[in-house]
């Protein structure tokens, strides 16, 4: 079962509602500005939802019209008073210059005002008034601010926080400074949650959205104060008394008719005192799955079903990933893009600290929920606790088995490199990078790892910072250079005889090579006696030289061509080449990737014959796989390996059974380099990638593409598509 808490975005549909759509569609279809029968029966609906809508809002004696959403309320409420303001100048009377709006109104009020005063010519000045702390605005700042407003807009509670505002204090401000500004209230998601009663408010216009109140898209309502200025958005055949021309969606008005009447009747939504028990209950299994939780917004400011957070350590994606991965659809705080999350403007607009801003998460709910729905709630939240513990991400005490290998870490485009070696519970951190430190040393401490060298390729990372969160489990790191080398390595002869320091992992050694502008690349490999042959070498940690696709421009050049030549004298051809940076998530590459383009590390590549790749590998076909294919994929490749590239804790909370016979194994985009270093060096049977959506499995066939894989798929559309995607993987077992 899905566990839907984002009922801030968009809610489901109320069975009354979608009764009353289908029967309107059904019967009622006619249209209801003709003078027959049907007609008639069609307007009564139409009447009989404003009237109980009008009365619901108290109306009184304004106008309440119907409209596609609030984004069209909020256009016809700022066209309407930019209106009245630029004919007022016209005929020379006073207004005010400022376009006032709350700092964290919805995008929908500050672009619409933005459109229309640079539309219209008013010219005005948009200005947005802060909030505090608490995200309530500053009633002080109003006060100065209110007799230069032209037009004031404050919504009553917001989306991404819940916070409500105090709208009766605003008003005491307007009337006390006399401000003859024009008020907008974006009621949006006031509707069913707060009490309402416009025409007791000097509110001249206060749009509303169905689809935040079980009623579907397309439909919402627009009241405008009796007297308030008015210019219609939309002209024609003088439907909505002229106010809003345009035939009526008799279907939406009629599914808004059946929630507004559940509404009225008092048993159909829970009350506050219900909502806020049942906040409490989600809030504290979220204490539990996710130690160091802080609520962004306090409880006492905001709206009962909404539940804004950060988690020190997680971005809002990770913790998003998680949430789906246990069927709980939850949403960032903020705008979020694949990459890098933007900020939420809302938060930072409270000044809360810059992380919490960036990693905010939004849990919504609607007034619809039950006690069943949310104890349902809290078992999926307590599962992502599970599951974070069990992958070490949270402390919990446990020593799970398992870790080995290379893990990429990427902060912004910058990598830490971490290298584990399982049997001797030892590893190493190259490019240390201080926002890493807590996650890091949680983890390594979870699994009980010594850390041999923490290491740098150049000067530039913030190895000292880092070191604080590992102290506990560093070997000897009190004698280290500026790099972090330890003073008592042993050493290793290289594939050119010339010989190097190195720390031992296991059967694995590091081995250090030092250049000349005091930068240091890393080989690792399985050493043979004393000695790291060019063909054991699995992996370069090269810093700046081994971005793929080029060289840092910013390096000197002969420098950098000496330290990339010794690179390529004591590696080979598949040799796992990991950067200092991946800005573009190409993960990692190899000499003979990088041997057959143009850049200068192709030339210097080309000075070592035997890096380059003999005959280019063929791709046999397109690199997508449709989900309806994967039947005969594995008919034609009985060897191929299903790879979910998920987070481990998002495998955890949502482990893929296995498809007609095949296991799918775990490999997270951060482990996809480590892997590579074995499906390079094996027998390369076909891989076949999937995800939640198609985007991170997509990321991982490119690169094995590019590395010259022979046969990689990417399984369309992802987990998320359900029965039209590939979880037929799921409902096939
Ligand atoms: N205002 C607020 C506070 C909202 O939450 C939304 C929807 O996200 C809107 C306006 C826009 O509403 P609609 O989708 O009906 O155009």
New binding site residues.
């Given amino acids: 079962m899905e566990i839907y808490l984002d009922a ?3 809610s489901p549909v109320l069975p009354a509602a979608a009764a009353a759509a289908e029967q309107a569609m059904r019967e009622l279809y006619a249209n209801p500005s003709s003078s027959h029968a049907a007609g008639l029966k069609a307007k009564a609906l139409l009447c009989g939802v404003r009237e109980l809508a009008a009365r619901l809002l108290g109306v009184g004696e304004g106008s309440l019209m119907f409209t ?7 256009q016809t409420a700022v066209l309407s008073a930019l209106c009245a303001i630029r004919a007022r100048r016209a005929r020379g009377e006073a207004t005010g210059t400022l376009l006032l709006y709350g700092a964290t ?2 995008k ?2 500050s672009e619409s005002l933005a459109h229309w005063n640079a539309l219209l010519g008013t010219g005005l000045e948009l200005r947005a008034l802060p909030v505090d702390r608490n995200g309530l605005h500053r009633l002080d700042i109003l006060r100065e601010l209110a007799p230069q407003a032209a037009m004031l807009c404050t ?1 009553a ?3 991404e926080t819940g916070v409500i505002s105090d709208i009766a204090a605003i008003e005491a401000v307007l009337t006390q400074t006399g401000s003859g500004a024009l008020w907008m209230v ?1 009621s ?2 006031a509707l069913g949650k707060l009490h309402i009663d416009l025409a007791a408010t000097r509110i001249d216009y206060a ?1 509303f ?4 109140l079980y009623a579907p ?1 397309g439909v ?1 309502m627009l009241y405008v104060r009796a007297g308030s200025p008015y210019t219609a958005l939309m002209a024609g055949g003088g439907q909505e008394g002229g106010l809003r021309a345009g035939t009526e969606n008799m279907a939406g008005i009629a599914a808004l008719g059946a929630v507004l009447g559940a509404l009225a009747d008092g048993r159909t939504f829970r009350t506050r005192a219900e909502l806020e028990g049942f906040r409490e209950r989600i809030a504290q299994a979220l204490r539990m799955a996710l130690p160091g939780i802080v609520f962004n917004p306090p409880f006492a400011h905001a709206l009962p079903t909404t539940l804004n957070f950060s988690v020190p350590g997680f971005s809002s994606k990770e913790l998003l990933d998680l949430f789906d991965a246990s069927g709980v659809r939850v949403s960032a705080g903020s705008a979020c893009s694949a990459a890098k999350a933007a900020p939420s403007y809302v938060l930072e607009a409270m000044d809360l600290p810059q992380w919490r801003c960036q990693a905010a998460v939004r849990m919504s709910f609607g007034p619809l929920a039950d006690s069943a729905f949310i104890d349902a709630a809290c078992a999926r939240i307590a599962r992502c606790g599970e599951a974070l513990r069990s992958t070490c991400l949270v402390p919990s005490g446990c020593a799970p088995a398992g870790a080995e290998g290379v893990i990429q870490f990427n902060v912004d485009g910058a990598c830490t490199w971490v290298v584990l070696d399982a049997a001797s519970k030892s590893c190493v951190i190259i490019d240390p990078q201080a926002a890493l430190g807590e996650r890091i040393g949680a983890y390594l401490r979870c699994q009980s790892f010594r850390v041999q060298a923490l290491v740098a390729t150049s000067a530039s990372h913030e190895r000292a910072a880092f070191e604080a969160f590992v102290a506990g489990e560093l070997a000897g790191g009190a004698s280290a250079d500026p790099l972090g080398w330890p003073a008592d390595s042993e050493r290793v002869v290289l594939g050119d005889g010339s010989s190097a320091a190195c720390v031992a992992l296991g059967q694995q050694v590091l081995a250090r090579l030092t250049h000349a502008d005091g930068s240091a690349s890393y080989l690792l490999g399985a050493r043979s006696g004393a000695a790291l042959p060019a063909d054991a070498v699995r992996f370069a940690f090269t810093g700046a030289a081994a971005l793929p696709g080029g060289l840092d421009a910013a390096l000197p050049l002969p420098q950098l061509r000496a330290a990339v030549q010794r690179v390529a004298s004591l590696i080979e051809r598949d040799t796992v080449l990991c950067g200092a940076r991946d800005d573009d998530g190409s993960f990692c590459t190899t000499a003979g990737t990088e041997g057959q383009g143009n850049s200068l590390l192709a030339e210097l590549l080309a000075l070592q014959p035997r890096l380059a790749r003999a005959v280019p590998l063929p791709f046999d076909g397109s690199l997508l796989l449709e989900a309806s294919g994967l039947d005969a994929f594995f008919a034609a490749h009985p060897n191929a390996l299903l790879i979910d590239v998920r987070e481990p804790f998002e495998f955890a909370a949502d482990q893929i059974p296995a498809w007609r016979g095949h296991v799918p194994h775990n490999v997270p985009l951060s482990r996809l380099a480590g892997q590579l270093g074995h499906w390079l060096h094996g027998e390369r049977v076909p891989l076949v990638f999937f995800c939640r959506t198609g985007n991170r499995s997509g990321k991982a066939a490119a690169c094995l593409h590019r590395l010259g894989y022979p046969n990689v798929r990417n399984v369309v559309g992802g987990l998320a598509l359900g029965d039209h995607g590939p979880a037929a993987l799921a409902l096939a077992a």
């Fill in positions: 801030n975005a968009t596609s959403g609030a984004t069209e309320g909020i109104e919805h929908a009020v919504m509670a917001n989306n974006d949006v998601q749009p959205s169905g689809h935040k898209k919402g």
